[in-house]
C-alpha cells in the first residue's frame, strides 16, 4: 500500500514539474518585434519612468510614477534599481521581477483590455515600502499617442499672477534642487519629475489620489501622507502654500 | 549480568548492581554544586538543556508578542498605531527571534535533554561545551532583544537583503546586531551540533546499532549534520556583511564589484535546509509519540530512516525557489522547480508509514496525539502550498505576497509548533516529574487548532488578492478588510492557548513531583528510569536488544556495570555497532565556560563598535578558554587511579 501511494506521488510530481515548465514556456514567447520599451527605475519610495530610447517610435520623455501602455502592444520593460532592491509588480498583467542594483532586467508583458490596473513593490525596500504603488493605464494606440506626445512636451509657462509667484517659489526653496519642470530652470533629479503633475492620477507612487487638499497636505508635511519619506517638509505661509499648490496644479 | 552487590577497584566504587550505596555515590558523583556559583558551573546535560528549553521558550513568548502586534496594527486598514520604522522592527525581531532564537535552538534543546536518556549514557559529549554553547547563545538572544528594548532593533526583515542591510541604507547599529546575533547563535549551535553527533555516534548503550536506534535519534544526527553544512553559510554572509558595514569592505557592493544576489545565494542556501533543521527533528517526535499511543512500532523503519536522509540531501538543492523573481537563466529555474517538488517525496514517504502504524495499531487519543494529527492535516496543505510556490509561473504571482506568510506559517506551526507542544506534554513527566493537565491540553489544543486555521487560512485568500507582506498599513477599499480581521481574530485566540499552556504549567508545579517513570507505555529507554531522572540518568547502563526496548520482556535485568560510581566516567562504543570500546573519564563542573562566554560576548559585541575589539577581545578569550583546560591535578590522579590492565 505504501509502495502503491509513493509510485502515485512521484508520477503525479512528475506531471506537475512538466505542466510548470511547458506553462512557462508559453509564457516567456510573447513577440518582441514591434515592443514598445520602457526603462522603470525603482527608488525609495517611488518610480522613475522612461519613455522612448532604444529607438522606439515613442516620443522621449521622463516621468514618475504612473505608467500607460497601448492595448494589444507587447510592451518591454527594462528594470533598474538606483538604490536598494524593488520588485516590480502588476498583478493584472504579469509576474514579479526584481529590480537589482547592478544587475539590469526586463520584463514583458502585454495588455489585452483597456482599464487600470495597479502595480506596486514587492520586495520590501525600506521604511515605506507599503506605500511603493504605482498605477498602469492600458488604453487605445491613439489614447496612448496623445498622451506620449502631451508628456514629452515642456511645461506650460506659468500663466496667471498666483502660478508665477508659486513658480518663483518653487525655484528659491529646495523644490527646484531636486525636482525637473522641463522648459524651466527646476532640473532637480533627486525627485520625480513634475512637469506633467497635473495630469497624473496620484500623489507619491499610488499613496492618495491627486487634488487639491492632499497637493498641499503633501507639500507642507510628506511625513503625514507618507511617513518615513525622503521628502523634507516646508514652512510654507498659507499664501505660499497655495501659490505652490496652483502652480503645480497648472502643470497639466 | 551483574550479581547485586557493590564492587569495587583500587579506591573506586563501581556501578552495575543494585546497592544504594553505589546509586547514591553516582548521584552525587554527576550533581551540579550547590549556590549560585555552582549553577554557573552547571553541566550536566540535562540542567543546560532545561535552560535551553526555558530560554527558547521565552524567546518564542517575546516573539509572539511581536506577532499579535503585528496583527494589531493589520487589524484595519491605513491603521497608525505604530509608524513605519517600529513595524518593520516589530516583523524584523519576529522572524529573526522565531527562526534563529526559537524554532532551530529548541529542537536542539529537546535534544541535549533527550538523546543521553533515549540512547542509554549518562551525558552527553563535551559537556563542558555544551554549557558554553547555551551561555553564548543566552548572550546573542539578550542582545538582540536589548537592542530593540533601547530603540534600536534591526529592520530590515529576516533574510536582510543587502543593500538595503548594507552600510549605505541602514545606518544606526541595528543590522549589526542583528548579523551579530546571528554569530552567536550559529556559533552556539555548531558547537550542540557537534556534541550531538558525537554523543549520538559514540556513546550509544551496547547493542543499540544504528539500526536499532530510536527515529527521534536518528532524526536529531541527520539534522546536526545538516547544521554542519548550513551554518558556516550564513556565518560567511553575516561576517561579510558586517565588514562591508564596518571595515568598507565591497562584497556587496556592485559600485566596486560586489554582488548583491550574492548574499541571497548565500543565505538561501543555509535558509532553505533551516526550514528542514526545523521541521526534521519534529518527525522524530512524532514518531515515537505515534508508536506510544498506537502501541506498535512505526511501519517500515528503514524507509523511514532512508526518507530522512534523502530529505537532508535534496534539502540543499532548493534554495533558488527563493530568488525565482530575480534574473536567473531560465533552465536553472527549471532544475530548481524538480528539485523543489521532488522532496515532497521522501516526506509522502514518511506520512505513508506513520498512517499505515495509525491503520495497523490500537490509537490511545491523548494530548499528544491530537498535537500529531493536526500535524498531518496542516503539513498536508502547507505542503501542498510548498509544492504551488516551487512552480515558477504560479511563484512569481504569489511570491512576497501574504500567500507566502500564510504558507511559511502553515509548515513552521504545523510542522514544527503543533509537534513540539505534543513532545512537551509527551515528555513534561519526564522532564519535571510532574503530570500536565489532560483536559486542559485539551482546550489549549483545540484553540490553537481553530485560531491557527482562523488566523492563517485567509492569509492565502489575501496573498492570492494581492497584499504583499511586510507592509506596515495598507489602503482602504483594497478589499482586504475582512479577511485581516479575522486573521487577527485567530492571532489572538492563538495567544489565549499558548496562555492555557502557561497556566497548565504553573499548575503542575504547584502539585508535589510524582510522575510514574512511564506514565504512557512507551517504547523507549527514557521510559525505563525514574521522572524525572536522577542527575546520572541509569543506575545500571542498559543492554539493548531491539527497537523498542521498554516493550522488551527483562530488558530492565539486563545491563553492564564496571564503571566508576564516585568519577565521572563514561562508556564509549563503536559507532555502528555500538560494541563497547573504552571508558572515558569526563570533566567537572567548571564556571569556565561560563567565563569563555562572558568574553567572547564582550568580544563579539565590541567589534560592533571598533574593529580593534577583535584584537583585544581575543586576549580575555584566550585566558580564558586556557584556564578551562589547564589539566586538574585532582582529575589526572583520578584518571590514573582508574586505569586498569585488561
Ligand atoms: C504564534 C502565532 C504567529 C502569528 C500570529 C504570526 C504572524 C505573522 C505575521 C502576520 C507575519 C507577517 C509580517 C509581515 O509580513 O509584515 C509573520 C511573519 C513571519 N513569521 Fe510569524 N507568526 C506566528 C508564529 C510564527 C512562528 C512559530 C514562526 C517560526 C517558527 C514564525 C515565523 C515567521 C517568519 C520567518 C516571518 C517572516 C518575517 C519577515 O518577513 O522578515 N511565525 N508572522
Ligand atoms: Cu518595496
Ligand atoms: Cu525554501
Redesign the interface.
Given at each position: 500500500m505504501v509502495g502503491a501511494a509513493s509510485v502515485l506521488s512521484v508520477l503525479l510530481l512528475v506531471g506537475l514539474v512538466a505542466a510548470d515548465v511547458l506553462t512557462d514556456h508559453a509564457l516567456s514567447g510573447l513577440p518582441a518585434a514591434d515592443a514598445l520599451h520602457v526603462k522603470v527605475v525603482g527608488r525609495q519610495w517611488w518610480w522613475e519612468v522612461h519613455y522612448g530610447q532604444n529607438g522606439n517610435d515613442a516620443p522621449t520623455f521622463t516621468t514618475a510614477n504612473e505608467l500607460h501602455v497601448p492595448v494589444g502592444r507587447v510592451v518591454i520593460v527594462e528594470l533598474e534599481a538606483a538604490d536598494v532592491i524593488h520588485t516590480f509588480w502588476v498583478p493584472n498583467l504579469h509576474g514579479k521581477k526584481d529590480m537589482i542594483p547592478g544587475r539590469p532586467a526586463t520584463i514583458v508583458f502585454r495588455a489585452d483590455r483597456p482599464g487600470a490596473f495597479r502595480g506596486q513593490c514587492a520586495e520590501f525596500c525600506g521604511a515605506e515600502h507599503a506605500l511603493m504603488a504605482f498605477p498602469v493605464v492600458a488604453e487605445s494606440r491613439a489614447d496612448f499617442q496623445q498622451w506620449a506626445l502631451r508628456q514629452s512636451a515642456s511645461a506650460v509657462p506659468a500663466g496667471d499672477e498666483i502660478t508665477r509667484r508659486g513658480q518663483a517659489l518653487f525655484q528659491e526653496n529646495d523644490c527646484a534642487k531636486c525636482h525637473t519642470v522641463r522648459g524651466t530652470d527646476a532640473t532637480g533629479t533627486i525627485g520625480p519629475d513634475l512637469t506633467h503633475l497635473g495630469s497624473r492620477q496620484s500623489l507619491a507612487a499610488g499613496t492618495v489620489a491627486n487634488d487639491h487638499a492632499n497637493l498641499a497636505k503633501w507639500i507642507a508635511a510628506p511625513g503625514s501622507i507618507k511617513p518615513g519619506t525622503t521628502m523634507p517638509a516646508t514652512a510654507f505661509n498659507d499664501e505660499e502654500l497655495r501659490s505652490v499648490v496652483a502652480y503645480l496644479e497648472s502643470l497639466r | 549480568m551483574m550479581p547485586d552487590g557493590v564492587h569495587r577497584h583500587g579506591d573506586h566504587l563501581l556501578d552495575g548492581g543494585l546497592d544504594q550505596a553505589v546509586v547514591n555515590a553516582l548521584a552525587r558523583t554527576w550533581s551540579d554544586p550547590p549556590s549560585w556559583t555552582g549553577a554557573l558551573s552547571a553541566i550536566n546535560h540535562k540542567t543546560v538543556s532545561r535552560r535551553f528549553m526555558v530560554t527558547t521558550f521565552v524567546f518564542f513568548l517575546l516573539a509572539g508578542l511581536f506577532a499579535l502586534a503585528i496583527r494589531l496594527q493589520l487589524a484595519r486598514p491605513d491603521n497608525h498605531l505604530f509608524?513605519?520604522?517600529l513595524y518593520?522592527q516589530l516583523f524584523t525581531m519576529h522572524g529573526t527571534a522565531m527562526m534563529f532564537l526559537f524554532a532551530v535552538p529548541v529542537m536542539q534543546a529537546v535534544a541535549l535533554y533527550l538523546v543521553p536518556l533515549m540512547i542509554g549514557t549518562r551525558s552527553v559529549a563535551f559537556p563542558r561545551m555544551n554549557a558554553y554553547a547555551y551561555w553564548v547563545f543566552l548572550f546573542g538572544g539578550l542582545l538582540l532583544f536589548g537592542a530593540f528594548a533601547v530603540g534600536s532593533g534591526p529592520n530590515?526583515?529576516w533574510f536582510s537583503?543587502v543593500?538595503?542591510s548594507g552600510p549605505?541604507?541602514s545606518p544606526g547599529k541595528g543590522v549589526d546586531i542583528w548579523a551579530q546575533m546571528i554569530t552567536f547563535t550559529e556559533l552556539s549551535s555548531l558547537l550542540v551540533a557537534i556534541v550531538l553527533i558525537t554523543t549520538i555516534l559514540k556513546m550509544r548503550a551496547p547493542g543499540m546499532t544504528l539500526s536499532r536506534m530510536p527515529l527521534f535519534v536518528w532524526a536529531t544526527l541527520v539534522t546536526q549534520f545538516m547544521v554542519l553544512f548550513a551554518m558556516p553559510a550564513v556565518m560567511f554572509g553575516s561576517t561579510a556583511l558586517i565588514l562591508d558595514r564596518l571595515v568598507g569592505t565591497h562584497f556587496y557592493n556592485?559600485?566596486n564589484g560586489g554582488?548583491?544576489?550574492l548574499w541571497q545565494h548565500v543565505f538561501w542556501f543555509f535558509g532553505h535546509p533551516e526550514v528542514y533543521l526545523i521541521f526534521i527533528p519534529p518527525l522524530g517526535f512524532i514518531s515515537s509519540i505515534i508508536a506510544t499511543f498506537t502501541g506498535r512500532p512505526i511501519?517500515?523503519y528503514p524507509?523511514m530512516v532512508m526518507a530522512l536522509i534523502v530529505t537532508a540531501f535534496l534539502a540543499f538543492g532548493l534554495w533558488v525557489h527563493h530568488m525565482f523573481?530575480?534574473?536567473i537563466p531560465?533552465l536553472g529555474?527549471?532544475f530548481f522547480?524538480?528539485a523543489s517538488?521532488?522532496i515532497?517525496?521522501p516526506s509522502?514517504?514518511q506520512i505513508?508509514?506513520w498512517l499505515?502504524t495509525l491503520c495497523t495499531g490500537r490509537i490511545v487519543l491523548r494530548t499528544p496525539m491530537y498535537f500529531v494529527l493536526a500535524f498531518f492535516f496542516i503539513l498536508v496543505l502547507g505542503g501542498l502550498t510548498g509544492?504551488m510556490l516551487g512552480?515558477?509561473?504560479?511563484?512569481?504571482?504569489v511570491?512576497?505576497?501574504y500567500f507566502v506568510v500564510a504558507h511559511l506559517h502553515y509548515v513552521l506551526l504545523g510542522g514544527a509548533v503543533f509537534p513540539l507542544f505534543g513532545a512537551f506534554f509527551f515528555w513534561f513527566p519526564k522532564f519535571t516529574g510532574r503530570m500536565l493537565n489532560e483536559r486542559l491540553g485539551l482546550w489549549q489544543f483545540w484553540l490553537f487548532f481553530v485560531g491557527f486555521n482562523v488566523a492563517f487560512f485567509p492569509m492565502h485568500w489575501l496573498g492570492l488578492h494581492?497584499m504583499?507582506?511586510?507592509?506596515?498599513?495598507?489602503?482602504a477599499g483594497m478589499g482586504w478588510e475582512t479577511m485581516n480581521f479575522v486573521a487577527t481574530i485567530g492571532a489572538f485566540t492563538i495567544g489565549l492557548s499558548v496562555l492555557l499552556f502557561l497556566i497548565n504549567v504553573v499548575l503542575a508545579y504547584r502539585h508535589l513531583p510524582g510522575a510514574p517513570s512511564d506514565p504512557w507505555n512507551a517504547d523507549g529507554l527514557e521510559w525505563t528510569i525514574p521522572s524525572p531522572p536522577p542527575p546520572h540518568n541509569f543506575d545500571r547502563l542498559p543492554v539493548v536488544r531491539s527497537r523498542s526496548p521498554a516493550w522488551e520482556e527483562n530488558t530492565s535485568a539486563t545491563a553492564i556495570g564496571g564503571l566508576a560510581a564516585d568519577a565521572r566516567e563514561v562508556l564509549i562504543t563503536s559507532a555502528v555497532e555500538a560494541k563497547p570500546d573504552l571508558r572515558v573519564l569526563f570533566p567537572t563542573s567548571s564556571i569556565w565556560p561560563f567565563i569563555s562566554a562572558v568574553a567572547t560576548t564582550v568580544l563579539f559585541i565590541g567589534s560592533i563598535y571598533t574593529p580593534w575589539a577583535v584584537v583585544w577581545g581575543s586576549i580575555p578569550v584566550s585566558i580564558a578558554v586556557a584556564v578551562w583546560f589547564w589539566p586538574d591535578k585532582n582529575d589526572t590522579q583520578t584518571a590514573l587511579s582508574l586505569e586498569r590492565h585488561p
Open positions: - | 509608524d513605519p520604522d518593520n530590515t526583515g537583503y543593500p538595503l549605505d541604507y556592485p559600485a554582488d548583491v544576489l511501519f517500515g524507509a523573481a530575480t534574473n531560465e529555474k527549471s522547480t524538480a517538488l521532488m515532497a517525496i509522502g514517504i505513508f508509514c499505515a509544492v512552480s515558477v509561473s504560479l511563484d512569481l504571482q511570491h512576497d505576497t494581492g504583499p507582506r511586510r507592509v506596515w498599513t495598507y489602503p
